[in-house]
């Protein structure tokens, strides 16, 4: 039998038209990038497990797909070594022995990774983008892929929060240009390291930020039920609540959170960096809304200050993009003191709104603008050259293969959405004349076969 074809779980195959409208979504993404200076650079799709293990905590380190090292990667293995005393294999150690390597789980620690090992052939401050698929060992579900593209922007090498602020800007424009209306939410982990320590459980702010960052999905009590399983007792439970719950705009947020947060040094530093940042986007004129939300976590460990996250307005779905400021992210690799910080756009989440939103352009082009209808040998030639001259004019063209019945080469036009078709014939040949038809208007205009301008012209919608 014949294998039914099919694609892993979390995988998916793009047609033209799909393909055309993400790289709608990549194209103006990156041109925002490029207007605030950002270059792009690009790194391997696998790294060296040394090089992402411990950088995402350890819900993070269970997505990663480990690569199984080549050739007989068991040999030599002594699996009782490995065996636990209910018989089962310690899995995470033994992996370890069998996989050198795994495939990136975002782009932002292979970027540190880069920055140390280029660290002399950049300048510093670093700003650089990056636009390249992800992998993680997650449960697919609607907006989350085990295989996504993400769409990275960071500054490394300065501390000022004029790189948050540019981010912020990024946004603002990216979603503006795609006709997006979001909400940038804000927080900063200094401020939730001050929680920790304002309600006795300093030790514990890891696991504070892993529960609160659930919030959106899971409801407050199901996060209250996993910080009481992490070891916070009800009195530290009951001083986070009113934090989580707090409503108002920013300026009263951070007038009650520096009442509460008096007695934490980090907290109050938080506090200050936030509204910082806020006074930086009122003077900038960014229209796009921001918010604090101080139940804003970000789940990875090495954010350190300024977190954010975008929502979509008018589409249900989870965040569609987010990032943070880190500060000992290269320090890990040898380079310390090196402050960082950047954003990630979910192109497939970001996707997902705008069809769902029909935000994608009526005219947006998948494949050919033009096909040559294909009579007969006599007329090849002058359809060959026709086809070359327009080509050279930016016009993408496609000679119909075989001579066919016409009815049989406009079907294919129509369902390969072809907008413009030529069909030329022995009085086009004789009269040195091309024919080319708008076959969604009726249009049709005649043009000396030399005048590639006026046809490549009257293809783009920019004749005269």
Same mark, same amino acid.
């Not at 960071?154 to 540019?166: H, K, P, W």
């Not at 409801?219 to 009113?242: C, F, H, N, Q, W």
């Not at 060959?384 to 049989?408: F, H, M, N, T």
């Given at each position: 039998?014949?294998?039914?074809?099919?694609? @892993?779980?979390?995988?998916?195959?793009?047609?033209?038209?799909?393909?055309?409208?993400?790289?709608?979504?990549? #194209?103006?993404?990156?041109?925002?990038?490029?207007?605030?200076?950002?270059?792009?650079?690009?790194?391997?799709?696998?790294?060296?497990?040394?090089?992402?293990?411990?950088?995402?905590?350890?819900?993070?380190?269970?997505?990663?797909?480990?690569?199984?090292?080549?050739?007989?990667?068991?040999?030599?293995?002594?699996?009782?070594?490995?065996?636990?005393?209910?018989?089962?294999?310690?899995?995470?150690?033994?992996? &370890?022995?069998?996989?050198?390597?795994? %495939?990136?789980?975002?782009?932002?620690?292979?970027?540190?990774?880069?920055?140390?090992?280029?660290?002399?052939?950049?300048?510093?401050?670093?700003?650089?983008?990056?636009?390249?698929?992800?992998?993680?060992?997650?449960?697919?579900?609607?907006?989350?892929?085990?295989?996504?593209?993400?769409?990275?922007? #960071?500054?490394?090498?300065?501390?000022?929060?004029?790189?948050?602020?540019?981010?912020?800007?990024?946004?603002?424009?990216?979603?503006?240009?795609?006709?997006?209306?979001?909400?940038?939410?804000?927080?900063?982990?200094?401020?939730?390291?001050?929680? /920790?320590?304002?309600?006795?459980?300093?030790?514990?702010?890891?696991?504070?930020?892993?529960?609160?960052?659930?919030?959106?999905?899971?409801? &407050?009590?199901?996060?209250?039920?996993?910080?009481?399983?992490?070891?916070?007792? /009800?009195?530290?439970?009951?001083?986070?609540? @009113?934090? &989580?719950?707090?409503?108002?705009?920013?300026?009263?947020?951070?007038?009650?959170?520096?009442?509460?947060?008096?007695?934490?040094?980090?907290?109050?530093?938080?506090?200050?960096? &936030?509204?910082?940042?806020?006074? %930086?986007?009122?003077?900038?004129?960014?229209?796009?809304?921001?918010?604090? #939300?101080?139940?804003?976590?970000?789940?990875?460990?090495?954010?350190?200050?300024?977190?954010?996250?975008?929502?979509?307005?008018?589409?249900?779905?989870?965040?569609?993009?987010?990032?943070?400021?880190?500060?000992?992210?290269?320090?890990?690799?040898?380079?310390?003191?090196?402050?960082?910080?950047?954003?990630?756009?979910?192109?497939?989440?970001?996707?997902?709104?705008?069809?769902? +939103?029909?935000?994608?352009?009526?005219?947006?082009?998948?494949?050919?603008?033009?096909?040559? /209808?294909? +009579?007969?040998?006599?007329?090849?030639?002058?359809?060959?050259?026709?086809?070359?001259?327009?080509?050279?004019?930016?016009?993408?063209?496609?000679?119909?293969?075989?001579?066919?019945? +016409?009815?049989?080469?406009?079907?294919?036009?129509?369902?390969?959405?072809?907008?413009?078709?030529?069909?030329?014939?022995?009085?086009?040949? /004789?009269?040195?004349?091309?024919?080319?038809?708008?076959?969604?208007?009726?249009?049709?205009?005649?043009?000396?076969?030399? #005048?590639?301008?006026?046809?490549?012209?009257?293809?783009?919608?920019?004749?005269?």
């Amino acid at each position: 039998m014949a294998q039914k074809p099919s694609i @892993p779980k979390g995988t998916r195959d793009f047609t033209p038209r799909e393909t055309a409208e993400r790289n709608y979504i990549f #194209d103006t993404i990156k041109s925002v990038f490029k207007t605030f200076g950002y270059a792009q650079i690009e790194t391997p799709a696998m790294e060296n497990l040394s090089t992402l293990l411990g950088k995402y905590g350890d819900e993070g380190d269970k997505l990663l797909y480990r690569i199984l090292n080549s050739g007989d990667a068991f040999s030599g293995i002594d699996f009782d070594a490995y065996k636990q005393e209910e018989g089962q294999y310690n899995s995470k150690a033994l992996s &370890l022995q069998v996989c050198e390597k795994g %495939l990136r789980y975002d782009l932002t620690v292979p970027f540190a990774r880069f920055v140390v090992q280029h660290q002399n052939e950049i300048s510093f401050p670093f700003k650089r983008f990056q636009i390249q698929p992800v992998w993680r060992a997650d449960r697919p579900q609607k907006g989350r892929y085990r295989e996504f593209y993400q769409c990275d922007v #960071d500054a490394i090498g300065s501390r000022s929060q004029m790189c948050e602020l540019e981010l912020v800007q990024i946004v603002d424009r990216v979603f503006n240009k795609l006709g997006v209306n979001v909400l940038v939410k804000i927080n900063n982990r200094k401020v939730l390291t001050g929680l /920790a320590e304002i309600c006795g459980a300093p030790d514990k702010v890891v696991d504070i930020t892993v529960a609160i960052d659930k919030l959106e999905k899971v409801g &407050l009590d199901a996060v209250k039920a996993e910080l009481m399983e992490k070891g916070l007792s /009800a009195e530290a439970i009951r001083t986070l609540e @009113p934090v &989580l719950t707090m409503s108002g705009d920013n300026d009263s947020k951070l007038d009650t959170m520096r009442r509460i947060m008096a007695s934490s040094e980090t907290g109050m530093k938080g506090l200050d960096e &936030l509204a910082e940042l806020l006074s %930086l986007i009122r003077a900038s004129g960014v229209k796009t809304p921001c918010e604090i #939300d101080l139940s804003l976590a970000r789940g990875l460990n090495y954010y350190t200050g300024a977190i954010f996250e975008v929502k979509a307005l008018d589409f249900q779905i989870g965040s569609i993009c987010g990032g943070g400021r880190y500060d000992n992210l290269t320090g890990i690799f040898g380079l310390s003191d090196m402050s960082g910080v950047g954003v990630s756009f979910g192109a497939d989440r970001i996707y997902d709104v705008l069809k769902g +939103l029909d935000k994608f352009p009526a005219n947006l082009q998948s494949g050919s603008e033009l096909l040559i /209808a294909n +009579l007969d040998p006599e007329t090849l030639t002058m359809n060959l050259q026709l086809a070359d001259a327009l080509r050279a004019r930016g016009i993408s063209v496609e000679i119909y293969p075989e001579a066919s019945k +016409l009815k049989k080469q406009f079907d294919y036009a129509d369902r390969k959405a072809i907008p413009f078709i030529s069909i030329n014939g022995s009085e086009e040949l /004789a009269n040195g004349t091309v024919n080319i038809k708008d076959l969604k208007s009726g249009q049709q205009r005649s043009f000396p076969k030399e #005048d590639s301008t006026a046809m490549a012209g009257f293809i783009s919608g920019q004749a005269e």
